[in-house]
């Protein structure tokens, strides 16, 4: 089994535990760290609308608290009429924890069907240059 096969069956499996009851929109999100452990999570609504949670995010959680500090990879999963991309606050926190060569998987219940770098999704990223005065 490859490592996309892995993240794939992992994040299937987290995406049937979403709680997705206001938008009916499961999501999954699998993590393959630089240290070669495996994450996942599934999106987490809430009634308060906005304290909802992406399956992305949730992920980055778990690896974050298992010690891991570095995305090798990370797949997100849904089930739409089109391939969904890990929205523009995901990003941004998939970034903090990149590096040039992380990859982002983007899969349909069927597969990973297209795979992108951190940088050709989210190019003007904001970073620590600026912070600077
Ligand atoms: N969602 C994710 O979990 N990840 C994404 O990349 C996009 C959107 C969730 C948030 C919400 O629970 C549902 O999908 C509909 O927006």
Do not use: W
Not at 105 to 129: C, I, N, R, W, Y
């Amino acid at each position: 089994m490859t490592h996309t096969d892995k993240l794939f069956e992992l994040a299937v499996k987290a995406r049937k535990n979403a709680y997705a009851p206001y938008s009916g929109f499961k999501v999954g999100a699998s993590i393959l760290s630089d240290k070669n452990n495996y994450y996942a999570a599934a999106d987490v609504e809430n009634i308060s609308y906005p304290c909802g949670a992406c399956a992305e995010t949730g992920a980055i959680s778990a690896m974050i608290s298992a010690g891991d500090k570095k995305i090798k990879e990370i797949l997100v999963i849904a089930d739409g009429k089109d391939l969904i991309t890990p929205c523009g606050a995901c990003l941004q926190r998939i970034k903090e924890f990149s590096t040039s060569k992380t990859l982002i998987h983007l899969a349909s219940l069927k597969g990973v069907q297209k795979t992108f770098k951190v940088s050709d999704m989210l190019p003007h990223a904001f970073e620590e240059e600026g912070l600077k005065k």
